[in-house]
């Protein structure tokens, strides 16, 4: 699968590839991060996802759905890339990397007083369509879910 990386540096010389601690695509720099790739097909497909990514452009979202759809647009990508370069991605796998964003949203869009879906307001805040409740969540998608409540709701005693 190295045979892979390098037909990418190839490929793509408008990007650069580091090895690191984990897979992302940083926009800013043009530089996909990528852990360490063995001779497994699929060592290879989170950094196909990552150049999905930077061949798709995306370089922020404005809401957690938003990120999602970037998410799934980007293992389409992928998809493509991995039969321009002989290998499969198994859609199991693409599922269980989306579960993982629908379990994130799903954590930061329910409600802490009722326990219903709420509506995204802003990129860390929530409001309840059930209780009116508010709460604010952490910007970061990549630590635990975090709710702090915002204000009170109209049914909540001082």
């Known amino acids: 699968m190295l045979n892979v990386l390098k037909k990418l540096r190839i490929d793509y010389p408008n990007l650069s590839f580091i090895q690191g601690d984990s897979f992302y695509w940083s926009p800013r720099k043009n530089l996909i991060h990528y852990r360490h790739i063995d001779d497994s097909p699929e060592s290879i497909?989170?950094?196909l996802h990552e150049v999905g990514h930077a061949q798709l452009g995306h370089r922020q979202y404005s809401s957690d759905f938003e990120l999602l759809s970037l998410e799934i647009e980007a293992w389409k990508q992928a998809k493509l890339l991995a039969?321009?370069?002989?290998?499969?991605?198994?859609?199991?796998?693409?599922?269980d990397c989306l579960d993982t964003y629908r379990d994130w949203l799903y954590k930061r869009s329910t409600c802490p007083l009722c326990t219903c879906s709420a509506l995204?307001?802003?990129?860390?805040?929530?409001?309840?369509?059930?209780?009116?409740?508010?709460?604010?969540?952490?910007?970061?998608?990549?630590?635990?879910?975090?709710?702090?409540?915002?204000?009170a709701s109209k049914n909540e005693a001082f």
């Not at 321009?84 to 796998?93: G, R, T, V």
């Not at 802003?122 to 990549?142: A, G, H, I, L, P």
């Open 45 to 47: 497909w989170p950094l």
């Open 83 to 95: 039969k321009k370069y002989s290998n499969e991605i198994d859609e199991n796998h693409i599922q």
């Open 120 to 151: 995204q307001i802003d990129t860390d805040r929530y409001s309840c369509f059930n209780c009116n409740n508010e709460w604010q969540v952490s910007e970061s998608r990549k630590c635990r879910t975090y709710r702090k409540k915002q204000k």
